[in-house]
């Protein structure tokens, strides 16, 4: 199984923007389903967008659709998540996965946004 590794996450005014970044340790990025999930503190991770094999396709949580772009750049094994417009719900920490069987891959260690008001 491919571990992830999330970076680009940090503190940011509302109205900002952040580029995440997911890539595969020491391995190709999965050829699979992909997505960012986010976990608010005291809350349920939850979905936020997701990306096709080969990035043809993308569907976003309802709260981030018009300010999140997810993409994948297969040849370069990494997936991104551009933010604009941050918000303040929009802290949390940041996962990337990958689709595997009914489930997810196993979980990294996240990268940390905040989002001040």
């Known amino acids: 199984q491919a571990q992830l590794v999330e970076s680009g996450g940090g503190l940011v005014q509302a109205g900002g923007s952040l580029r995440l970044s997911c890539a595969a340790s020491?391995?190709?990025?999965?050829?699979?389903?992909m997505a960012w999930f986010r976990q608010a503190p005291g809350k349920d991770r939850k979905f936020v967008a997701g990306i096709s094999r080969i990035g043809g396709n993308a569907w976003y949580e309802d709260s981030v659709k018009g300010r999140f772009t997810i993409s994948r750049d297969n040849a370069e094994n990494m997936m991104y998540l551009q933010m604009n417009n941050l918000k303040p719900d929009d802290t949390g920490v940041y996962y990337c996965?990958?689709?595997?069987?009914?489930?997810?891959?196993?979980w990294g260690q996240g990268t940390q946004v905040t989002v001040s008001s």
């Open positions: 020491g391995r190709t990025l999965p050829s699979k389903i």
């Open positions: 996965n990958y689709e595997e069987g009914t489930g997810w891959g196993p």
